[in-house]
T-cell receptor, first 112, second 117 residues
Framework: NAGVTQTPKFRILKIGQSMTLQCTQD?????MYWYRQDPGMGLKLIYY???????DKGEVPNGYNVSRSTTEDFPLRLELAAPSQTSVYFC???????????FGPGTRLTVT | AQKVTQAQTEISVVEKEDVTLDCVYE???????LFWYKQPPSGELVFLIR??????QNEISGRYSWNFQKSTSSFNFTITASQVVDSAVYFC??????????????FGQGTTLQVKP
């Protein structure tokens, strides 16, 4: 039981490049989330999904896109990377909306 | 509007001291959930506790205890006899039923706890 896995662990992008952050969970959770954590700050919600085929915006969605074609996977797409997207990205999942969220190890992204 | 405030940015204690991390929240919902997470230097987020708005009982788990007071909108976390391994950033978070039961977490800015030997 691997829990929530994220790839890659680290990535450096140039301004204007695109990439996809992968997130997979093996706990059969319906609820999945993407957060970003800027230095010295708490986490902010980018996008979330309450089940396969259903996604919605969180607090800071601009510059990102998501899809949820399966229960297990919830990739985050960055289009036209900007320095403001330099952050640590965490994927999380939960069994139910009111339950605790389990977090992946994070992806540290630098855009230069 | 929903908000979580952790007024203590950094706390430094000497091992074996007791320490309390404060968390104050704002919400208009009557049904909500409060969480504490630990982020050690390795960077992962570790779940510590969940409390719903209808259960004001304090909770103790080993050296950890939590005090939930709806009257003051606070959910404070105390570590008794702190240890060096407790050094981490601690986050308080809020999830409201009113957000269409989506489970969106509102995080505080975190409190960095340093426990010195």
């Amino acid at each position: 039981n691997a829990g929530v896995t994220q790839t890659p662990k680290f990535r450096i992008l140039k301004i204007g490049q695109s990439m996809t952050l992968q997130c997979t969970q093996d706990m059969n959770h319906n609820y999945m989330y993407w957060y970003r954590q800027d230095p010295g700050m708490g986490l902010k919600l980018i996008y979330y999904s309450v089940g396969a085929g259903i996604t919605d915006k969180g607090e800071v969605p601009n510059g990102y896109n998501v899809s949820r074609s399966t229960t297990e996977d919830f990739p985050l797409r960055l289009e036209l990377a900007a320095p403001s997207q330099t952050s640590v990205y965490f994927c999380a999942s939960s069994y139910y909306w009111s339950h605790e969220q389990y977090f992946g190890p994070g992806t540290r992204l630098t855009v230069t | 509007a929903q908000k979580v405030t952790q007024a203590q940015t950094e706390i430094s204690v000497v091992e074996k001291e007791d320490v309390t991390l404060d968390c104050v929240y704002e919400t208009r919902d009557t049904t909500y959930y409060l969480f504490w997470y630990k982020q050690p230097p390795s960077g992962e987020l570790v779940f510590l506790i969940r409390r719903n708005s209808f259960d004001e009982q304090n909770e103790i788990s080993g050296r950890y205890s939590w005090n939930f007071q709806k009257s003051t909108s606070s959910f404070n976390f105390t570590i008794t006899a702190s240890q060096v391994v407790d050094s981490a950033v601690y986050f308080c978070a809020l999830s409201e039923a009113g957000s269409s039961n989506t489970g969106k977490l509102i995080f505080g800015q975190g409190t960095t706890l340093q426990v010195k030997p």
